[in-house]
């Protein structure tokens, strides 16, 4: 009860302060916000197979994920986030109810300086009857002023400060290191996304330290455009990501590569 508690007191807190800090002290572009749900073949968090979809294709394995996210720009250089999101399918019984496996918490924010921006965050993920606590810092780079072709080259350092009771999990850290490219597909707003990302493990957050995964993939994203935008600026996306993953550091996938896909259907005030 802990956890939960914790995890409760977290969300109210900081949909107070950022309700508050939005109600008569920014102007209605400092505020934004989404909801979203995507159907996914699988889910992988940081190269791991979740729910052992393996080589199975949009499977028995399949599971749903219905998030939310609201921003506030106090300066044009900075912001801060509050992010919910959820897992939800049958692959095993709920320890928090229906069929939600899961519900994570994340509060951070941004600072532009440059072409750099600094990013930080807090997370308390609760499932398995228990939480997963972890801080993470960033850093990205905007080549669009000096690249033939944007790459937007990111790092990011993910610390697990605090482990699942509920789990075998340990202390430990993942260093990510990605790139970008997007461009658009005609003039009705559509765009073709490229991202591939390489992480490396620190000792006891896998099973081995060093290389552990890399992923590639491409995402379609499609506007709704046939609907007002009195109602949100509504769209589609639809997207194919490889694993290709170190078995010394993810031991417990059933395959080492796999392909991931992933619907979904989003909507942006």
């Known amino acids: 009860m802990r956890h939960i508690s914790k995890a409760k007191l977290l969300v109210a807190t900081a949909t107070a302060a950022l309700l508050?800090?939005?109600?008569g002290a920014f102007a209605a572009d400092k505020v934004s916000g989404d909801v979203g749900v995507s159907y996914n073949s699988h889910f992988v968090s940081y190269?791991?197979?979740v729910w052992g979809g393996g080589n199975d294709f949009f499977g028995d394995e399949s599971t749903t994920f219905v998030y939310g996210d609201l921003v506030i720009k106090p300066t044009e250089a900075s912001s801060v986030f509050l992010n919910v999101w959820t897992d939800n399918n049958d692959n095993t019984t709920s320890r928090i109810g229906?069929?939600?496996?899961e519900v994570d918490l994340n509060v951070g924010g941004s600072y532009k300086i440059g072409m750099v921006t600094l990013g930080a965050a807090?997370?308390?993920w609760n499932y398995a009857g228990g939480a997963e606590e972890s801080v993470e810092g960033s850093i990205a780079l905007d080549?669009?002023?000096f690249m033939p072709f944007t790459l937007s080259p990111k790092l990011t350092y993910h610390q697990r400060t605090g482990t699942n009771e509920g789990?075998?999990?340990g202390y430990g850290a993942v260093i990510i290191a990605g790139v970008s490219h997007s461009f658009a597909l005609g003039s009705d707003g559509i765009s073709l996304t490229f991202p591939i990302n390489v992480a490396f493990f620190t000792d006891n957050f896998g099973a081995d330290s060093g290389y552990a995964y890399t992923s590639a993939g491409?995402?379609?994203?499609?506007p709704l455009s046939f609907i007002s935008p009195d109602f949100g600026a509504w769209s589609l996306s639809a997207g194919l990501t490889g694993y290709f993953t170190q078995h010394d550091a993810l031991p417990g996938n059933p395959a080492e590569n796999f392909l991931t896909g992933s619907i979904g259907l989003q909507v942006a005030f």
Do not use: C, E, K, N
């Open 47 to 49: 190269g791991s197979d």
């Open 20 to 23: 508050s800090s939005g109600v």
């Open 122 to 124: 807090y997370g308390s």
């Open 98 to 101: 229906g069929h939600l496996q």
């Open 143 to 145: 080549d669009s002023s």
């Open 167 to 169: 789990t075998t999990q």
């Open 218 to 222: 491409a995402s379609l994203g499609v």
